[in-house]
């Protein structure tokens, strides 16, 4: 009797060791599908600072990377200042050597989180805002962002425009050139992200 009440007590907890184990290996599996990435190292950003009737104050740069994780609405983006480009070399060099200090402050980032982020809910195009902590020159500034996502595809579209102040990130801009610059600098970004 006694050996049977042992055996029987040996295959439960076996049996619960088993349940546990699947139960493992279900949430990974969950976890592991839920937090598919999107990325891409070909975004666009393009920025203009311009004045009427002076020379056209504006850049774009081709090669700014982001990620999206689709669990959980989690993006970031990263662009290296020295690849903005400018169609006059000498405001490209004016902007890289004088009011962005490239050298110091090789890169702009930005990490934030997509609000009410649904990936199996996302077919056309949505508005969204994404809450998050912009980097520029050193310093942080926190924004809430809209933008427009959508699938085309098997891709993630999120494009976004929204307006920066230099001095917000102690940008200084010379007494002798500051009404040929906006105060208001209007960006605009474009990243075609692809599954991982």
């Not at 002076?54 to 989690?74: D, H, I, P, Q, Y």
């Not at 050597?97 to 930005?110: D, V």
């Not at 996302?122 to 994404?130: A, Q």
């Amino acid at each position: 009797m006694d050996c049977w009440k042992t055996r029987f007590y040996k295959i439960i907890l076996h049996m619960k060791t088993i349940i546990v184990l699947l139960i493992f290996c279900f949430a990974f599996v969950v976890t592991a599908f839920g937090q598919e990435k999107f990325a891409t190292k070909t975004g666009e950003i393009n920025f203009e600072a311009s004045v009427p009737s002076f020379e056209e104050v504006k850049a774009e740069n081709n090669n700014v990377s982001a990620v999206l994780e689709t669990g959980t609405g989690n993006f970031a983006a990263l662009a290296l200042m020295k690849g903005f480009r400018f169609k006059v070399a000498l405001m490209e060099e004016h902007f890289n050597e004088n009011y962005i200090e490239s050298s110091k402050y090789p890169k702009a980032t930005f990490k934030g989180k997509i609000q009410d982020f649904d990936y199996s809910e996302l077919s056309g195009e949505k508005e969204y805002v994404i809450n998050g902590t912009f980097n520029l020159h050193g310093t942080d500034k926190t924004m809430e962002v809209p933008a427009v996502i959508s699938k085309k595809g098997e891709d993630v579209w999120v494009t976004a425009q929204f307006v920066l102040k230099p001095e917000e990130f102690n940008i200084k801009i010379p007494s002798i050139v500051s009404k040929k610059i906006a105060d208001e600098v209007n960006v605009s970004t474009v990243f075609i992200l692809q599954k991982q």
